[in-house]
T-cell receptor, first 116, second 117 residues
């Protein structure tokens, strides 16, 4: 099983649509979870952290299910500017992944295109 | 957050040569990292740049190929040595910042796009 696995996409949705991305992770000891967005030919930028209680930031809602090792991102009322690749990111923080305690493990990303 | 700059932003190099990439942060940070993003792939951590000691490399990456310097808390360099076309990639530095919600978050520089001919 891959360390971080995401919906393969791509997703093509009309403006105003609601779209959901899913992500699963293999290391049950993982401690921190994030969604980053990456625009074409740009660096990843933090979209939001994901907390056990779930969290919302405007049109974006992130949820974490530790029992199922599952993370989701919901985008409501999608805008043209939401078009990007969305990266699910997990920090094992000393779990069985080895290497640095600060290692971020990235999913391959899901490409979203919002169409007018 | 932190403002991170990288130089060069892109380069085209001949195989067998080496390129040094610089990363500058606008504030002192404890943790700095170097990642690679190969075409069509996600990011892979190369190493953690430690200030005052040798970098910590991830599995599959070695110091001879990717020597790293970290002379102070705001600056680091990554050298890609004896390059081959397989080294063509985007190289990104990142820094870890302790967030207001008590979670550590990494912020990325704009990346260096390397093409090896």
């Amino acid at each position: 099983r891959k360390e971080v696995e995401q919906d393969p996409g791509p997703f093509n949705v009309p403006e105003g649509a609601t779209v959901a991305f899913n992500c699963t992770y293999s290391n049950s000891a993982s401690q921190s979870f994030f969604w980053y967005r990456q625009d074409c030919r740009k660096e990843p930028k933090l979209l939001m952290s994901v907390y056990s209680s779930g969290n919302e930031d405007g049109r974006f809602t992130a949820q974490l299910n530790r029992a199922s090792q599952y993370i989701s991102l919901l985008i409501r009322d999608s805008k043209l500017s939401d078009s990007a690749t969305y990266l699910c990111v997990v920090n094992p923080k000393g779990g069985d992944s080895g290497g640095s305690n600060y290692k971020l493990t990235f999913g391959k990303g899901t490409l979203l295109t919002v169409n007018p | 957050s932190a403002v991170i700059s990288q130089k060069p932003s892109r380069d085209i190099c001949q195989r067998g040569t080496s390129l040094t990439i610089q990363c500058q942060v606008d504030s002192q940070v404890t943790m700095m990292f170097w990642y690679r993003q190969q075409p069509g792939q996600s990011l892979t951590l190369i190493a953690t740049a430690n200030q005052g000691s040798e970098a910590t490399y991830e599995s599959g990456f070695v110091i001879d190929k990717f020597p790293i310097s970290r002379p102070n808390l705001t600056f680091s360099t990554l050298t890609v040595s004896n390059m081959s076309p397989e080294d063509s990639s985007i190289y990104l530095c990142s820094v870890e910042v302790w967030g207001v919600s008590s979670t550590d978050t990494q912020y990325f520089g704009p990346g260096t796009r390397l093409t090896v001919l």
